[in-house]
């Protein structure tokens, strides 16, 4: 009995990390792809720019990564019709020489405010 609890605890124990390991890779990921729909929402804005949206990035990096989102890194470009914005980062190690990577992306087109042409009248 104490032979195979010696043989199978360890087994048990490895299992568990790497549990705990993927449910933080899990959780990083979405802190990724948070910071990166929020850094779009910044920097698709009319009269905004790339360097609004990487500093909301930042701040939500800053506010949810935590340990868990390690060395972030943020890419952020504002075109004249699009936005898009990858977040990259490494997943805190539970296990010795696993190093999981993690990314989020976000991409949409630059809002413009256009004139609303009148409607033509009712011939009727």
Do not use: C, N, Y
């Not at 939500?60 to 890194?73: D, S, Y």
Request: charged share 20%; glycine share 8%; hydrophobic share 50%.
């Amino acid at each position: 009995m104490s032979t195979e609890l010696v043989v199978v605890f360890p087994l048990l124990m490895v299992l568990l990390l790497i549990t705990v390991q993927f449910a933080l890779a899990l959780h990083a990921q979405h802190i990724a792809q948070t910071a990166a729909a929020r850094a779009l929402a910044a920097a698709r804005t009319q009269d905004s720019s790339a360097a609004a949206g990487h500093a909301r990035a930042e701040q939500t990096l800053r506010l949810l990564g935590g340990r868990v989102l390690e060395a972030p890194r943020v890419q952020v470009s504002r075109g004249a019709e699009e936005a898009s914005v990858r977040v990259e980062g490494s997943v805190l190690a539970v296990l010795p020489g696993l190093r999981l990577q993690v990314s989020g992306q976000a991409a949409g087109r630059v809002e413009r405010w256009t004139a609303v042409r009148p409607l033509p009248p009712d011939r009727g």
